[in-house]
């Protein structure tokens, strides 16, 4: 298949104009494939030829103006492309089509409960999977008003981007609301357990399929009472009103994302649906998600950017907006997680600039859709809101909403918008930060604050600066804004520490004897956002092999226990025991360490108030890093844990999955444990136990079906890559090193996607510390030929093996 180039689309779009698509979907021809038949009016310079893309199980009939096409001649199944030449000016296209159903996230995906055999399906058409269901102009500037006709079984529900009604038995109707970009079309059909609401004159709705029905009439106050507050909250700030009719927000089985935004209908994975016990962070992460989506309806949707190079621009803003709209504790969230994530692309062989590198054509856009278009993009946005002041900020943003609602636009129009505004010398702030890659580091010493840019670029950050005695006690702070390489600076404290509520983009660098005073300081800093800071500098210290891992482990095992963020305890416990104790520490003082780690967490647990999320966050902790499978089977019993713990289907499955890891359990075991929970999510996690299993049948068949299965489920399939690899296993995985190498660009042609480079980078044999996986890793990439997903995955993964590697030589000699 042809990825679509930036030269193609602009010759596309100089040629044609999409008045519409008509779509008449037959969803009751099986279960393998679905007939799709769809009309398109457009208009084209007279005389000139173009092409639609369509990716059919079978291309019946193409008529072009009433006149039918050789398909044979015109449509060309490796392209995906049907030639249409020698078009008059006004046009209309009837493809009649039989359509594969998806198992992998991406076209019009469909799932079959285990829990009750029901059906579902939902379509996903990001980034470039809209023709994997209708034939259509797939850009993202040639928008149109799109209506669907849908036959399917009668006792099923349907949704899409407009209002669906039903027609008669098994027939429904899709209105058409505003013209959509091919990339955000939807549909969501099947027997789904729905609940409704209203708000504001806007139709509410949910959805999930009816296993977890209960569920999700449990979290439905909840999840209705933050969908009306962002509503207000984005009607106020965009200044324009919500723009596409009812508002549905659809949890779908087997979702590669958090979330799509379709225009009024919403798409989530639904393990958002929560049918376990779950921290505080986890729905708040929940709710920033729903906030990030509503702020793509106005930004993306009803302005949509002309080309994939302005993705970032989307993310970054309805990142921002996410955060921003729910409230305060979300930017805790925000720094442990989304930032860390953000920081480790930032220093990559692989980072580019927030601006994308020009996005030459759609697949390589998708590689850029990163921790840098997120997170980075976010951060510059909060210090450009704090530049221009919120007034400014805002006012730049409804003008450039207001000019463009409908169409397309592109960054230069939205920086011509805050001109408007009152924004001055915006070109030379927004090059330095969106044109250039990489974090400065930023340090106090004395009355000096020090920036340092690797690249020699000087931008500006408006930032918290705060004092602290060597117990955690803040002395001192105040605001500045470094404008230059050495600010002057008056903050007093034993430990000094620049940006001290998190609010930029920088690596914060701290002297060696602040780092030695950690494990005393930093559990007691009484502000969130300031350890957060802290524990993020850490992270970027040890992976630079500038803090010893064992002076790391030491700040974790202080920190942990007395940490108040069920967020921050999640992440540092997930940082500590994969990448601390599973790459950074030698083999031989992994379980003393482990040991440790999984101690600390169980005192916290211990201490916590029973049943708090902090609780639950600690204990997950303890789960992971636990060494002693006599231990873990009583947990299992419900015997000898802390009060109120309670091992629901969620935890269970975290035990059953760290005694497959341990070998103290077998496949029996597990089998009867995926007896008990037939459940879509027990399928998934007996798959990651089984894969975890420390015997040699269990690798071999968990690795031949991650490099040669072209039919698994993509959730199956990450289960199976997240249960291969354990540290404590390597002589038992240690051919699958080699192995690896030689089969990962292999997996490209099997299968398409976001789920080809997500394996490349899950399947890296990211335990295997040493040189000669360094050297394998530079001897792949060092040939031509190899496909670009792949390539991304293995130079990121190796990037964070290299670190490691580094560090293991300088501490450990
Ligand atoms: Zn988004």
Redesign the pocket.
């Known amino acids: 298949m042809a990825s679509l180039t930036r030269d193609e689309a602009q010759e596309r779009a100089g040629r044609i104009g999409v008045e519409g698509y008509h779509l008449v979907l037959d969803l009751d021809v099986g279960d393998q494939h679905f007939g799709s038949v769809t009309t398109i009016r457009f208009t084209a310079t007279p005389g000139s030829s173009t092409f639609v893309d369509v990716a059919p199980h079978e291309l019946r009939s193409v008529t072009l103006n009433g006149e039918p096409v050789d398909v044979d001649e015109a449509f060309d199944p490796a392209t995906r492309r049907l030639r249409l030449t020698d078009l008059p000016d006004a046009n209309e296209l009837v493809v009649d089509a039989t359509m594969s159903y998806s198992h992998d996230g991406e076209g019009l995906h469909r799932h079959v409960d285990p829990a009750d055999k029901l059906p579902y399906i939902y379509a996903m058409s990001f980034l470039a999977a809209a023709p994997r269901w209708y034939a259509c102009f797939d850009q993202p500037d040639l928008k149109a008003p799109v209506e669907m006709e849908i036959s399917c079984p009668d006792d099923w529900v349907v949704f899409g981007n407009g209002p669906a009604t039903k027609a008669g038995p098994g027939r429904w109707t899709i209105a058409s609301t505003g013209p959509l970009a091919t990339y955000f079309t939807t549909l969501v059909a099947g027997p789904y357990h729905v609940i409704r609401d209203e708000h504001d004159g806007i139709p509410l709705s949910l959805s999930v399929r009816q296993s977890l029905a209960e569920h999700l009439d449990r979290d439905a106050p909840a999840l209705f009472a933050h969908t009306k507050h962002c509503l207000d909250e984005l009607h106020m700030l965009f200044g324009v009103r919500y723009p596409w009719g009812d508002y549905h927000q659809a949890f779908v089985p087997q979702f590669n994302?958090?979330?799509?935004?379709n225009p009024g209908c919403v798409t989530f994975r639904d393990t958002l649906v929560f049918r376990s016990r779950v921290t505080d962070n986890e729905r708040l992460v929940r709710d920033v998600t729903i906030a990030?989506?509503m702020?793509?309806m106005w930004f993306?949707d009803l302005v949509t950017m002309r080309w994939w190079d302005d993705l970032w621009l989307?993310?970054s803003f309805?990142?921002y907006l996410?955060s921003r709209v729910t409230g305060e504790r979300s930017w805790v969230d925000f720094g442990i997680h989304r930032k860390s994530w953000g920081f480790a692309a930032d220093r990559r062989p692989s980072t580019h600039p927030v601006a994308g590198n020009g996005a030459a054509d759609a697949a390589s856009a998708l590689s850029e859709f990163d921790g840098i278009s997120?997170a980075k993009g976010a951060s510059v946005l909060r210090q450009l809101a704090l530049h221009l002041g919120d007034e400014m900020f805002f006012d730049g943003l409804r003008r450039y909403i207001r000019s463009h609602a409908e169409g397309n636009a592109e960054f230069a129009q939205l920086m011509a918008a805050w001109a408007e505004a009152g924004a001055a010398h915006l070109d030379t702030w927004a090059s330095k930060w969106l044109r250039t890659t990489g974090l400065d580091e930023l340090s106090v010493d004395g009355g000096t604050l020090r920036r340092t840019s690797a690249d020699g670029t000087a931008r500006v950050h408006a930032i918290a600066v705060a004092g602290f005695t060597t117990h955690g006690a803040e002395v001192a702070a105040t605001r500045t804004t470094i404008e230059s390489d050495h600010t002057a600076v008056e903050v007093d404290g034993d430990i000094l520490v620049a940006d001290a509520l998190d609010e930029t983009w920088a690596k914060i660098a701290l002297p060696a004897a602040a780092w030695e005073q950690m494990p005393t300081a930093l559990p007691w800093i009484g502000e969130a956002r300031t350890r957060v800071a802290l524990w993020n500098a850490m992270q970027l210290a040890v992976a630079d092999a500038e803090l010893d891992p064992s002076l790391a482990f030491e700040i974790v095992a202080a920190g942990l226990p007395i940490e108040s963020d069920d967020g921050v305890i999640a992440e540092v416990g997930r940082w500590a025991t994969r990448t601390l104790a599973g790459c950074y520490v030698p083999d031989d003082a992994r379980p003393a360490v482990l040991a440790r780690l999984s101690g600390a967490a169980l005192g916290l647990a211990d201490v916590a108030e029973p049943k708090s999320a902090r609780q639950l966050a600690a204990i997950r902790v303890a789960i992971g890093a636990a060494i002693d499978p006599d231990r873990l089977l009583l947990w299992l019993d419900e015997q000898d844990l802390p009060a109120g713990i309670l091992v629901d289907a969620e935890l269970r499955w975290a035990i059953v999955g760290r005694l497959a890891a341990l070998g103290a359990v077998g496949p029996g075991f597990i089998d009867a444990e995926a007896q008990a929970d037939l459940s879509s999510q027990g399928i998934v996690h007996a798959t990651r136990c089984r894969a975890a299993l420390p015997d040699p049948a269990a690798k071999e068949a968990a690795w031949t079906a991650l490099m040669t299965d072209d039919e698994r489920a993509n959730y199956e399939l990450y289960a199976l890559a997240e249960g291969f690899w354990h540290p404590h296993q390597l002589s038992l995985t240690e051919p699958y090193v080699a192995r690896y190498f030689d089969e990962v660009d292999g997996t490209a042609k099997l299968r398409s996607g976001w789920v080809v480079e997500r394996l490349a980078l899950m399947t890296y044999p990211w335990p295997a510390v040493d040189d000669a996986t360094v050297e394998y890793t530079e001897e792949l990439l060092s040939g031509d030929g190899l496909d670009g997903r792949i390539r991304r995955a293995v130079t990121d993964a190796g990037d964070d093996l290299r670190r490691a590697v580094a560090s293991r030589h300088r501490f450990l000699g």
Do not use: L, S, V
């Open positions: 994302a958090g979330a799509m935004e990030h989506e702020a793509h993306g989307n993310e309805a990142e996410g997120y």
